[in-house]
């Protein structure tokens, strides 16, 4: 039983890491790719992050390309950090065998009494489920991109992911206007 604990621990672990990795992380844990220098291309997935930074980068070998995750709102985030902690202390709970209602002064529900005749099952359900809710928490679906701070595109509000035309386009569009921006001088009042 204690392999086993140590086991789901250990997968545990694993699986908050990639979640945090591919869909939020904590603040202070950002995934960050720098290529070359210049004007500044932040993507905020991670997914097709990779095939739009080939295709830009061959474009536009000036422009630095970052990818970070998109945070999800706070309280999503302490969400999933609380059923993280609490899935542990559940699987601990069933695995020793003790009874959290007998605390409270309850009597235990039948699903408790199952999982107590049934520890591997159970302790692999509350994992497998408890994960699934906290990869929910922490999923965004954002796809946002800014130049240079700029938001250049956000599927949170256009609903969609740019086709790899359209991303050209836009950037197209912007570059000139920097350039034409970068051109007119500037006067001193």
Known sequence: MRLLLLLLVAASAVVRS?????????????LKMQYATGPLLKFQIWRVFEEYMRVISQRYPDIRIEGENYL???????????????????????????????FFGM?????????????????????????????????TGAFEITLNDVPVWSKLESGHL???????????????????MDSIPHHRS
């Open 162 to 180: 740019p086709s790899m035309q359209q991303l050209v386009q836009i950037l197209d569009n912007e570059m000139k206007l920097n350039v034409h």
């Open 18 to 30: 990639e979640a945090s990795a591919n869909l939020g992380g904590m603040p202070s844990k950002r």
């Open 72 to 102: 999800p709102q706070p309280i999503y985030r302490h969400i999933a950090s609380f059923l993280s902690v609490f899935k542990l202390v559940l699987i601990g709970l069933i695995i020793v065998g003790k009874d959290p209602f007998a």
């Open 107 to 139: 009597q235990a529900p039948s699903i408790w009494q199952w999982g107590q005749e049934n520890k591997v099952y159970a302790c692999m359900m509350v994992f497998f489920l408890s994960n699934m809710i906290e990869n929910q928490c922490m999923s």
